[in-house]
């Protein structure tokens, strides 16, 4: 079965930090871009990072210099490290496969499977 | 912040046809294709839509994604109660907003 599971949420005070792990099963990891997505409570979708299977990264600008995407393959797993953490960053993140669907002409994207998210909350 | 924008609800009752639509920019829309997502209460989002007008394998045909220049539009026909949940579009992005974003999501209520 393909799936995902995060782990490492919890509480932390603000200026903290956090890291949260996924871990893939059921296909193969190293052959996918990987993702981060988060929901405020009560909120919508807020894309937060991306990580190539060449291991280039991507960040939204809300996070960009705070927090660091990474993929350890052997192990199947994917990171997301949250330093200085701020109430804004409460959320459940979700982490997310991209899957590619080509044809003849080219290659669209998607995430197709997501995993069931883990809660941070940031508050003192 | 959500870059695309959605109307924050819809609704219809069972058998109807529910139109959702997605406004976005040059930079994502305008020049990418569109997914839509579907979230169950308390679940995990579930790709509904890609390439604009596509789904994926399981996918009911009751629901049809389209766009034109920087909008896009999710339908659903005959409106079922297990439709009832927030969906969202999302699109990838060639400017500095980030690599993908998502709109601002749409409640479904089957009345």
């Known amino acids: 079965e393909v799936q995902l599971v995060e782990s490492g949420g919890g509480l932390v005070q603000p200026g903290g930090s956090l890291r949260l792990s996924c871990a893939a099963s059921g296909f193969t990891f190293s052959s996918y871009d990987m993702h981060w997505v988060r929901q405020g409570t009560g909120k919508g979708l807020e894309w937060v990072s991306a990580i190539g299977t060449a291991g280039d990264t991507y960040y939204a600008g809300s996070v960009k210099g705070r927090f660091t995407i990474s993929r350890e393959n052997a192990k199947n797993s994917l990171y997301l490290q949250m330093n200085s953490l701020r109430a804004g960053d409460t959320a459940v993140y979700y ?16 995430m197709d499977v997501w995993g069931q998210g883990t809660t941070v909350s940031v508050s003192s | 912040q959500s870059v695309l924008t959605q109307p924050p609800s819809a609704s219809g009752t069972p058998g109807q046809r529910v139109t959702i639509s997605c406004s976005g920019s040059s930079s994502n829309i305008g020049s990418n294709t569109v997914n839509w997502y579907q979230q169950l209460p308390g679940t995990a989002p579930k790709l509904l839509i890609y390439s604009n007008n596509q789904r994926p394998s399981g996918v009911p045909d009751r629901f049809s994604g389209s766009k034109s220049g920087t ?29 993908y974003v998502f709109g601002t999501g749409t409640k479904v209520t089957v009345l």
């Open chain 1, 95 to 110: 982490c997310a496969r991209r899957v590619e669907y080509c044809t003849t002409i080219g290659c669209d994207y998607g």
């Open chain 2, 71 to 99: 909008s896009a539009s999710l339908a659903i026909s005959g409106l079922q109660s297990e439709d009832e949940a927030d969906y969202y579009c999302a699109a990838w992005d060639d400017s500095l907003n980030g690599l």
